[in-house]
């Protein structure tokens, strides 16, 4: 059992920016962040390979950046210029490969007021 923490979620404005960061026991190949907003279906957000490849929903780019510590074992998703739309539980995932399912955080929850 892998078990990720996520950290960073909370209440912001909009316009405002926020950090979440994932700790994880140890680093996998993927990390990254997806988000699930009521009623709709979980959808990636942001994935960092070990070798730093990055890939984005178009939703986030621009705005959002993911970077990867692996000396802390911690993944983090930088968000600014918050939207309401961008209101959902936020969630780590940590992949071997492309085609795993992975490990999962429990989620946070990220709030944007108009």
């Known amino acids: 059992q892998v078990q990720l923490v996520e950290s960073g979620g909370g209440f912001v404005q909009t316009g405002g920016s926020m950090t979440l960061s994932c700790k994880a026991p140890?680093?996998?190949?993927?990390m990254g962040w997806y988000r699930q907003a009521p009623g709709k279906q979980r959808m990636l957000v942001a994935l960092?390979?070990?070798?730093?490849?990055?890939s984005y929903a178009d939703s986030a780019k621009g705005r959002f950046t993911v970077s990867r510590r692996d000396a802390e074992n911690t993944v983090l998703l930088q968000m600014n210029n918050l939207k309401p739309e961008d209101t959902a539980v936020y969630y780590c995932?940590?992949?071997?490969?492309?085609?795993?399912?992975?490990?999962w955080g429990q989620g946070t929850q990220v709030t944007v007021s108009q």
């Open positions: 995932v940590a992949r071997a490969s492309p085609g795993d399912d992975g490990w």
């Open positions: 140890y680093m996998f190949h993927l």
């Open positions: 960092i390979s070990s070798s730093g490849y990055t």
